[in-house]
């Protein structure tokens, strides 16, 4: 388990005998592409005997450079944490995004952060990197500050999946059109969404198909309005569930307000209240308005028989 730090809470001399290596990034949803990074840093520090350190920050720059604008995430700042922890790494510092931090130069960070507190010994970066105030800092700064110092700059190419450029801006084009394959192809998994299950309308359940509903985060970006076959993980009981799951509003009973509901197969008993996690493997179809309820139920059972075949193919079963 890696070391977790606050940046403002590092001193000079924490690090000073460690030989550090840092890689630095937002990392948001850690795709392939910071896989690929973070590893290289990680196997390098191996070689060479160093503690290997990811820095990343806690929130997106621009949501604080620019008062009103709302980058949303792929994945919540906990759950980054978390995978990037899975990766074996020494220690993630993680800086905090506010207007001071903002304000430091290229040349304030090269000095006050990466030599004098954290003494690094090398450093791992995208090609596009770009820092400090008002983004001015780029490769090249760095290469240039940095070898007066003897840190060894290392520039990551960007990674390439069937020719196309793995980053979070492609993975959230793919999510607001509800393509489910491609945006799994650049993360390395399947888009989740955890929440806790509330009551919702009950109209599930008097159609004959109760719903798991959760409320939609409007700090998170969500796959496109649609029908998908996805899986539910139940946390309290550790169990997957194969669902059929809809995005959307509803609108043949013209609902207001945007909702996250999965209908779980072979599953019955009260989930109120309990944490899940939504997985979206496929989407199935674009929302749909019906002209009355007969319709909506006969279309729901084609759903289901649609996911039914779809988890026996892919997984020789009905069952996860």
């Known amino acids: 388990m890696a070391e977790i730090v606050d940046l403002e809470k590092i001193d000079k001399e924490n690090f000073k005998y460690k030989n550090s290596i840092v890689v ?34 806690n929130r997106p720059p621009v949501n604080v450079a620019r008062n009103n604008t709302l980058k949303k995430l792929i994945i919540p700042f906990e759950e980054k944490i978390k995978i990037i922890d899975a990766m074996d790494i020494d220690c993630i510092i993680i800086a905090d995004i506010n207007p001071d931090f903002l304000k430091l130069t290229p040349e304030q960070f ?68 509800g393509r489910i394959r491609e945006a799994s192809n650049l993360l390395g998994r399947n888009p989740q969404i955890d929440g806790v299950v509330t009551k919702g309308a009950g109209r599930g359940r008097l159609l004959g198909f109760p719903t798991a509903n959760i409320n939609i985060c409007e700090l998170y970006i ?6 998908y076959i996805g899986t539910v993980f139940i946390n ?53 308005v019906f002209d009355n309820k007969d319709e909506l139920i006969k279309r729901i059972k084609l759903d289901i028989e649609y996911a039914l075949e779809y988890f026996k193919i892919k997984f020789n079963s009905d069952k996860i």
């Open 24 to 57: 630095i990034g937002f990392f948001d949803g850690v795709h392939l592409g910071h896989k690929k990074i973070i590893n290289k840093c990680i196997d390098r520090a191996r070689a060479v005997s160093c503690s290997s350190i990811v820095l990343t920050f």
């Open 110 to 177: 090269c000095r006050d952060i990466l030599i004098n507190k954290l003494h690094i010994r090398e450093i791992f970066v995208g090609e596009g990197f770009r820092f400090g105030y008002q983004a001015a800092g780029d490769v090249s700064f760095l290469k240039n500050f940095l070898e007066s110092y003897c840190v060894k700059v290392n520039v990551v190419p960007l990674l390439k999946v069937n020719g196309e450029i793995v980053s979070s801006t492609a993975i959230r084009k793919y999510y607001s059109e």
């Open 236 to 288: 309290e009981e550790e169990k997957i569930y194969p669902a059929v799951i809809n995005v959307g509003n509803n609108p043949t009973f013209k609902e207001s307000g945007k909702r996250i509901e999965a209908y779980l197969l072979n599953f019955s008993g009260n989930i109120y209240n309990k944490k899940i996690k939504i997985t979206f493997l496929e989407k199935l179809r674009d929302e749909m």
């Open 222 to 227: 969500i796959p496109a309005d649609g029908v």
